[in-house]
Nanobody, 117 residues
């Protein structure tokens, strides 16, 4: 089992920045996909960014050039640096860990990001 706890959300003005953190605990040995999803009110959950096999990163087109995903293996923590935020970035952001070898997936409870225009 893997437990994920997100932090760092909050209220920020348009153009501002936030850094989200996702602290992982438990058996993360087999995890090879780490990422962030978000769900805005009335919309489906969507992928924001992920890291596959420790190095390959993917970003949604809407956040490319503004968001950066990174990890700190020593701290077992995943980050999402978000710059140049706009109102369309307002959503609950979820941390997601998965293993494509064991077909297991884990979600955090989410952290709310609100961008005021």
């Amino acid at each position: 089992q893997v437990q994920l706890v997100e932090s760092g959300g909050g209220l920020v003005q348009a153009g501002g920045s936030l850094r989200l953190s996702c602290a992982a605990s438990g058996n993360t040995f087999s995890i090879n996909i780490m990422g962030w999803y978000r769900q805005a009110p009335g919309k489906q959950r969507e992928l924001v960014a992920n890291i596959i096999s420790g190095s390959r990163t993917n970003y949604a087109d809407s956040v490319k050039g503004r968001f950066t995903i990174s990890r700190d293996n020593a701290k077992n923590t995943l980050y999402l640096q978000m710059n140049s935020l706009n109102a369309e970035d307002t959503a609950v952001y979820y941390c997601h860990f998965a293993s494509y070898t064991s077909a297991m997936a884990y979600w955090g409870k989410g952290t709310l990001v609100t961008v005021s225009s």
